[in-house]
Every structure is written in C-alpha cells, then in structure tokens.
C-alpha cells in the first residue's frame, strides 16, 4: 500500500484482534500476507487501508460466521455475553474528513470492551452502552462475528 500499518491499519489490527478473541493462532504477519495478496480491497492502493465492505470476503473465504451490522442499535439488541464485532466508523460524523477508524470489540460482564479505539492505545476502552463506542461518530458497517469466546489475552 501507499502508507503503513500505524497510519492505516486499523482494519487488519481489528479483524486480527477479532481472531485472537475467537482463538484463532493466526499470526499478524500472515494476516497482513493475506490481505495484501488474497481478499479485500484497499482503498486508493491502501492510502486509507482496507474496504470495510470487503472485509466479509476474508470472513466467507476463512469460514467464520459473520452478520452484517448498520445500526449501533443493533449492538445493545444483539449483545450477549461473548459476542463479539468489528466496527468501522466516521470519527466525526459532522467532519467527515477526521477520517474512519476500525475496532474489535467484545461483549463481556455486562459491557463492551473494546481493543485499539484509538491508535496506539495499550489498554482496551470498556463501555456500558453502544452509542458511547463510536461518540461523536456515525457507523459505516460492522459485522458480528460468530464462534467461541476467548479471553483476550495477547491482543494488539
């Protein structure tokens, strides 16, 4: 791509954080690998990373189970212990060009806790209610992904 994976890799971070949470051993480097050779698009050669719409082409080709996501609504519908998401979203749904970032989160305890909401961040967020996730923010897409609930640990 046409910049780098602290810049624009929110997307492969999430699906990767999304994996380890569903128990997956699947290595960084070779999701990395993977979705530069095989299954998604990037958008403008990768300069903003990859189509979140495309991204159910990884979950079709992987066979994981998955549901589409377009209301935050559907969170607090669906929430169960365990589930867990991919979300893409506006930063800023008034200014739109503060740019779009891509989560993992999981439903546990009776909140969402939710892995590398900003870039860098060490710690994962922990919400009570979904709206609070995104903020200011306007959901793109987001997917449920399906299958065994893993605690965590080793996450990005």
Same mark, same amino acid.
């Given at each position: +791509?046409?910049?780098?994976?602290?810049? #624009?890799?929110?997307?492969i !971070? *999430?699906?990767?954080n *999304?994996?380890?949470?569903?128990?997956s051993?699947?290595?960084?480097?070779?999701?990395?690998?993977e /979705?530069?050779?095989n299954?998604?698009?990037? !958008?403008?050669?990768? /300069?903003?990373?990859?189509? @979140?719409? =495309?991204?159910k082409?990884?979950?079709? *080709?992987?066979?994981i @189970?998955? =549901?589409? !996501?377009?209301?935050m609504k559907t969170?607090?519908?669906?929430?169960?212990e365990? =589930?867990?998401?991919?979300?893409? /979203?506006? &930063?800023?749904?008034?200014?739109?060009?503060?740019g779009?970032?891509?989560?993992?989160?999981c439903?546990?305890?009776?909140r969402? #806790?939710?892995?590398?909401?900003? &870039?860098? =961040?060490?710690? @994962?967020?922990?919400?009570? &209610?979904?709206?609070?996730?995104?903020? &200011?923010?306007?959901l793109?897409?987001?997917?449920?992904?399906? +299958?065994?609930f893993?605690?965590?640990?080793?996450m990005?």
């Amino acid at each position: +791509g046409l910049s780098t994976l602290d810049r #624009v890799g929110c997307g492969i !971070i *999430a699906i990767y954080n *999304a994996l380890r949470l569903l128990g997956s051993p699947e290595k960084l480097t070779d999701l990395i690998r993977e /979705f530069e050779t095989n299954s998604t698009e990037t !958008i403008s050669f990768g /300069f903003f990373g990859i189509n @979140p719409f =495309s991204m159910k082409k990884y979950f079709e *080709a992987q066979y994981i @189970p998955h =549901s589409k !996501i377009y209301r935050m609504k559907t969170l607090d519908k669906q929430k169960e212990e365990g =589930s867990i998401y991919l979300l893409t /979203f506006w &930063n800023d749904a008034k200014h739109l060009t503060k740019g779009a970032h891509t989560v993992a989160l999981c439903y546990t305890d009776g909140r969402y #806790v939710v892995f590398n909401r900003t &870039n860098g =961040s060490r710690e @994962p967020a922990v919400f009570e &209610n979904a709206h609070d996730i995104i903020g &200011n923010g306007l959901l793109i897409c987001g997917y449920r992904l399906y +299958g065994e609930f893993y605690d965590g640990e080793d996450m990005v």
